[in-house]
């Protein structure tokens, strides 16, 4: 047997870590039977991992063999348990114990895999434990991770994901998919939070970077395998296809000095547009369902700003009659803050302006600083550039992306020049 | 299979205005429908009926009138029942023809 360097073993590792722990966990999780023991073991498989790898060199499907690694050592945990004739909470789901384990073949660990993420978001545990559990098992982040993406102490989150293990285990919340005639209610919780994944990472609420690459690179994951599961749902067609066309703009998005370009300015050959057809392609498809839902009408605001060659031939009637109905299907103050936005770039800046005025009294755009930075925008473009300043200020003390902060202030800055070309850009570059 | 307890919440005004009256109708629907999941179960009298006992914390009691937290959502009734999982509790709770909702907690089992 080749050895391996151990340099090259631990890459490996890591890269088996990022790139497989959900499928390992979810085909560990039905011989466990228990969430925390079959944490446990695939945590042993990748500890043997290191060991093992660099004595027989690294395998040529580092998947399996930790996928099976880590089901022995669930079963010998759960032969251990049995003599104890200790009483563990069980997952129940279709197998509960399968002495030899079903085959390693792709369509068991695919269907595990969705077993998983339909536990990890079942509607009966709260939504932030649902996001949670869903970074924690399926993205393989640890507490500490998942604590710093949410904003609170690691015993905070830590106690959070306990409280939900413990919920699906006292509760018997089951480990299966739903049957197709609760699919379409559950699938919705699944997207919300592989959304709220992705849309953390592509601009973090706080901190000195404007994104958290690695959130929104799982977001990403997430959303491609689910449309692998789910090849023929229309809205996970639509969450990823807004999730690609979104991502496109990424590389755009800073300049080198790492400050925030605001989508008006962007260099649009930096787009990607690979993903960008990919998530056009896959637009279609999820605008096939009728009524479209919500996310394939987000992707196709998206697609009009994709497809526009320049910023000045942003067809903005077509994107305000999709926030039209947008409106229609998810009615919510952010909607209605983007969509006034888009208002006043297709009829006026103070038609716009008076919409955003009337959302002012919104109790939960109170701390949102996307509106007082768009208030801003269009004083400025109005050239009542002592309102416009008000406004940005506002927005100042309201942000707390060190990157949005220090473009709130290049904006008040071209302000006290008097150029007026200052805050020509208010617009968010996709709605959330 | 897992023992969960339903328990059924209803505006005050209600409760007083059910009393003494038969098992309605939707109830008895729903138990003859669910009857293989039901272990037992029980209206409740009103609220105001309610006398709560608090530990004083010196080794003895304390007795007052009243239900143990004050709120216009009152436990009228409940059903102790058998399912496989929470998703089939959860459907058998649903189909509880109960005035404002009802809560579902598994039961612990103590060996």
Redesign the interface.
Known sequence: MPQAASSEVAAAVADAHRREWAFVLAATVRVAGDIDAAEEAVQDAYASALATWGERGIPDKPGAWLTVAARHRALDMHRHAATEQRALPKLHGPEEYLPDGPGLDDEGIADDRLRLIFTCCHPALAFEAQVALTLRLLCGLSTADVARAFLVPEATMAARITRAKKKIAAAHIPYRVPPASELHDRIDGVLSVVYLVYTTGHTAPSGAQLMRTDLAERGLELARTLRALLPADPDVAGLLALILLTDARRDARLNEFHEQVLLEDQDRSRWDRRAIAEGVALLREALVSRPPGRFALMAAIAAVHDESGIWSDTDWREILGLYDLLMERWPSPVVQLNRAIALGFALGYAEGLAELDALGAEPQLARYPYLAAARGDFLARLGREEEARVAFQEALILADNEAERRSLRARMGALAGGSGQAGERGQRESPS | M?KYLILIFQDEAATKQSEGEAISAPYQEFMQRRGASLLNGAALQSASTATSIRRDGSGGHSVTDGPFAESKEVLGGYFLIEA????EA?EIAKEVPAGIGVE?R?V??V?
């Open positions: 897992s496989a999982d929470l998703d959860l579902v598994p612990r089992m060996s």
